[in-house]
């Protein structure tokens, strides 16, 4: 559950670091926003570093994280309920990520 965890916190990082510049360029919002931005981005990447694993394989797994949460952001952010086929593909990817990253050593 711990590595989950610290997955879904880098994922998370990543997702807000990326999306306060998208609200700068596409919404006209505050420049100001690409400070928490570069934060947040650093902080993701800081956070690769704590996992275990090799970081090619902490990138492959990551990944599966990463789709996951970001359909998530999709529905509560957006606004945007997921459909049948994003759901599953949320299922394969996170079965990657768990073949990957919980496979035995």
Do not use: N
Not at 3 to 21: K, N, R, S
Not at 35 to 49: D, G, K, N, R, V
Not at 62 to 86: E, H, Q, T
């Amino acid at each position: 559950m711990k590595t989950f965890l610290l997955y879904l916190a880098t994922a998370l990082a990543e997702i807000v670091g990326c999306y306060l510049p998208y609200l700068w360029l596409r919404e006209g919002r505050s420049i100001w926003l690409l400070i928490p931005a570069a934060l947040s981005l650093a902080l993701f990447a800081w956070l690769l570093t704590l996992h275990d694993a090799p970081s090619g394989r902490v990138y492959a797994a990551y990944g599966g994280v990463y789709i996951a949460a970001a359909m998530c952001w999709l529905w509560l952010m957006d606004g945007v309920r997921p459909s049948g086929w994003d759901m599953a593909g949320v299922g394969v990817a996170l079965l990657g990520m768990g073949l990957i990253a919980f496979q035995p050593r």
